[in-house]
Every structure is written in C-alpha cells, then in structure tokens.
C-alpha cells in the first residue's frame, strides 16, 4: 500500500503561524499594556509547553501539541450534509450528562502540565457552553480557538473576549451569503460579518473556517473572498474538506482535482499572503507524513469524556472521568493506532480513519479486557 511523502511539518508550521500572529498583534498594541503583558505571556508560555513536550519526547513518550474538545453535543443549527448530526454527535439539546465546566477544566489543568498549547473547543455549538469558556478563560498558558456558528455572540461574549485573550473565535463561513446561508441556514452569513466587525472594532484577535466542498472550492480559495476576510481582520483560515457520511452528500466531497487545486492554492496564499495562517484539513495531514489523530498530532474528547482519535472517529476506549489525560493518550487503541499502519496509509481523501472505520473497530474489538 502507497504511503505518504512527509514533506510538509503541520505542526512546525502552525506553532510558528500563531507565534507570528502574535509577534505582529504585540506590535500593534504596544499602547495596550494588559494586551501586551498577555500576549508576551503566552509567548513564553508557549516556549515552557515545547521545552515539556521535547523533554517528554527524549524520555520516550510523545505529547500533542494539540488537543479537540467537544465541549457540548447541543447546536441551534442544522447545516447541511454535518456529519456529527449524521453520527448522532450532535443533538438539539444537550444530554445531561456532559462534563461539567469543573471537570472541563481538570482537563484544562492537566493539559497545561503537560505541554499541550492549544486546545480547540468544538461542539455542536461550543458558545452554549459558556460556564466552560469562561473556565478555559482562566487558562492564559493555553490558546483556546473556538470553532462557532457565532449565532451566540452578545455583548458578554465580547466582554470574556476582551478580558480573555487566549480566548479565539473561529467563525465558520461557507464563502460569500448566497453559498453559507444555503448550507447553515438564512442570517448566518450576515451575522458572521456583524461578528468580524466587531472583533475587528474591538482589535480582538478572531479566524474563519470554512468547510470545502465541491460546490464552493474556487469561491473560499479565490484572492477576494480571502482578501474580504483579511480586510475585517481575520488571521487564521482553517479549511476542512467536506466527509461524506450518507450516499445522498457524497457528491459534496472534493475528490482528487479538487485535492489538487486546493493544496496548490493553499501552497501559493502561503508564500504570497504570510500575514494569515493557512491550514487544511486533512490535506495537509497527507503532507505532513500521514493522520496526525490518535495523540500523533492532537486527539479528541467528545462532550461525555471519551477520549477519540479524533471528531471523525467516534472510537473510545477511555473516559476522561475515569483517566487523567496522560493515560487517555496511552490507551490501548490509541497506543494500536499510533503503531500500526493505518494512520499512515493513503486513502481516497477526506478522514482517512472514517473511510477505514472497519479496521479501527476491529482494534476496538480487540482490545485487552
């Protein structure tokens, strides 16, 4: 089976991205002494977290610079083709036993002990949960994006914002109003733009992410809708490739030409447009040297405490009320993923553990008892 060449460094490119965002926003709030005492804060935290994770790495044990946390299975919206409502991940309201914004922030605690540096907070629709974001909020050592449909967004959300600036919002836009609103329902796009605005008015730092697929590609990749998202203040597009997870939307998914296109658009924007930082997903996992899930590059905890390979795997072994994070990431799943093959194999595109979820099942079948 082909494998993939490992000519790109995701995780090298992505900590230095955020460094340079937050070289060139200290410069541009030097005027702002609490700004600038954050951000030089996280700076030297962010060099703490690497020194913990290369000494960890010397001892024998790899940690993560990244970590996705579910933080809640509830969303208001219903975008076409999601694969978590698909997967019955999301729901229009929350069970109750979710983990609480106590246990949430052990997590966060722990996190922080052992080098993790960001951590993404997903959903459903994280904003939901604001008792969590305000205890992520009392973590400055981490940097929190939050990945939003931004419906939630109101004056106390600027408010912990302003306060809290390890706190950034991703917002999620599908490209220009005709194409999201088809696809997240009638106002999101306007609402989304309200919403940069005002960050922007504020001087808060934000990003966007965009879901790819076949109908808008050449759209959110073309030089003036990114050149739109630049001028609000944008600093970070994140673009996901559309999974397909029923027949009736596998016509959404890029396939190959589309693959190709976008990752030679994404390598061009790069070196012509440095002052965003420019990430697909999984695009740039096949460059990087394979899937970086399953505690290879980040893992994920769903909104009940299971620990997964990532949001497209809902595979668990572990649950985080029962296991610190250090042994969630020494699972024995996790552990057969991270030896075996399958991470590292090449596949038709999008997630490659979705696409071979027969094969993760039977490790999970295997596991010791």
Not at 177 to 197: H, P
Not at 243 to 256: H, I, K, M, N, Y
Request: glycine letters at 6%; hydrophobic letters at 40%.
């Amino acid at each position: 089976m082909s494998r993939i060449d490992d000519t790109f460094d995701l995780q090298a490119y992505v900590t230095r991205g955020v460094e340079n965002v937050v070289r060139d926003a200290l410069k541009a709030t030097l005027k702002d002494p609490r700004e600038s005492a954050f951000l030089l804060k996280f700076a030297n935290a962010s060099k703490t977290a690497s020194k913990k994770r290369r000494d960890a790495e010397d001892a024998g044990e790899h940690i993560p610079p990244f970590l996705i946390a579910s933080i809640t299975s509830a969303c208001n919206l219903h975008c076409a083709g999601c694969y978590s409502r698909c997967n019955n991940a999301t729901v229009d309201a929350a069970p109750v036993r979710q983990l609480s914004d106590a246990e949430w922030l052990r997590i966060f605690d722990e996190a922080d002990e052992l080098g993790i540096s960001f951590i993404l907070l997903a959903g459903g629709e994280p904003m939901l949960r604001r008792d969590v974001i305000e205890a992520a909020g009392k973590k400055p050592n981490i940097l929190f994006p939050i990945f939003t449909n931004g419906t939630f967004i109101d004056k106390r959300y600027f408010e912990l914002f302003d306060r809290c600036r390890n706190l950034v919002p991703i917002l999620s836009i599908e490209g220009e109003k005709e194409v999201t609103d088809a696809r997240r329902g009638k106002g999101v796009y306007d609402r989304q733009i309200a919403n940069m605005d005002e960050f922007s008015r504020r001087g808060l730092l934000f990003g966007a992410s965009v879901t790819v697929t076949t109908q808008n590609l050449r759209e959110v990749s073309s030089d003036a809708f990114l050149q739109k998202l630049s001028d609000r203040g944008c600093r970070a597009v994140i673009f996901v490739e559309f999974v397909p997870v029923t027949e009736e939307s596998e016509a959404l998914a890029p396939g190959d030409p589309e693959r190709a296109y976008l990752r030679q658009e994404i390598a061009r924007l790069r070196e012509e447009h440095p002052e965003m930082v420019y990430i697909s997903f999984p695009g740039d996992e096949k460059s990087s040297g394979g899937c970086v899930a399953a505690g290879r590059g980040f893992f994920h905890i769903n909104s009940h405490g299971g620990a997964e390979p990532c949001p497209f795997s809902p595979y668990s072994d572990v649950n985080i009320k029962n296991s610190s994070l250090r042994e969630a990431l020494h699972s024995p799943l996790f552990t057969a993923l991270r030896n075996g093959d399958i991470l590292m194999d090449d596949h038709e595109g999008g997630c490659v553990l979705y696409e071979k979820r027969a094969q993760v099942e039977a490790l999970l079948a295997a596991r010791p008892v």
